[in-house]
């Protein structure tokens, strides 16, 4: 199946400084890329797809100047989380859908854990 | 009524026992059909996925869909110990678009 990294898998950080996450495509390029969050023992919560060349789009309730998004290029994606606070500790999840001749699938990331103090 | 609705859980079987899990969605323009399995702590990992009507196999695992019906289905036979995760059911109506998910069941299976 398509591979989908993440970088950092976990970062600590001190509340007030802004945290990057990388989102690449390994092996297949992806117009679009979805960015969840899921706290524990919960499901996936969709914040924002990230579409390449033009603006993400945002989830009700997500605040896009918090959440920044960039898709740079066809494999990467970022996720910049400004003026983090604690309560925005959780775990990140990106996925990108891949067409086939079966149809339409998506591969997601392996998290990034983002614990602020 | 949420689109999807999976079955709520948690969910211990014994080893090499037959697991069925289930969803129920509401919204004909769903298409594509996933389930995923997830681990404490992982990103979710995909294991099957289907487009039709129909009995999909890979191995241990069955994907069922009927369409008509609106439910789908996953089937683990022999399920193993290594098995014990969160499985999701998930889809979708068309290319690149966002994926719509049950809530998820976890499911121990006991040595």
């Known amino acids: 199946g398509a591979v989908v990294s993440q970088h950092p898998s976990r970062v600590i950080c001190k509340s007030g400084t802004s945290v990057k996450i990388e989102c690449r495509s390994l092996d297949f390029q992806a117009t679009t890329m979805f960015w969840y969050r899921q706290f524990p023992k919960q499901s996936l919560m969709l914040m924002a797809t990230s579409n390449e060349g033009s603006k993400a789009t945002y989830e009700q309730g997500v605040e896009k100047d918090k959440f920044l998004i960039n898709h740079a290029s066809l494999t990467l994606s970022t996720l910049t989380v400004t003026s983090a606070h604690p309560e925005d500790s959780s775990f990140y999840i990106c996925?990108?859908?891949?067409?086939?001749?079966?149809?339409?699938?998506?591969?997601f990331g392996p998290g990034t854990r983002l614990l602020v103090l | 009524q949420k689109e999807v609705e999976q079955d709520p859980g948690p969910l211990s079987v014994p080893e090499g026992a037959i697991v069925s899990l289930n969803c129920t969605y509401s919204n004909s323009a769903f298409q594509y059909f996933m389930w995923y399995r997830q681990y404490s702590r992982k990103g979710p990992e995909l294991l099957m996925y289907?487009?039709?009507?129909g009995n999909k196999e890979d191995g241990r695992f069955t994907a069922q869909v009927d369409k008509s019906s609106k439910y789908i289905s996953l089937f683990i036979r022999d399920s193993q110990p290594s098995d014990s995760a969160t499985y999701l059911c998930a889809m979708t109506w068309g290319a690149n678009s966002k994926l719509t998910f049950g809530k998820g069941i976890t499911l121990s299976v006991r040595p």
């Open positions: 289907t487009y039709s009507s």
């Open positions: 996925s990108a859908p891949v067409a086939g001749g079966l149809g339409e699938t998506q591969y």
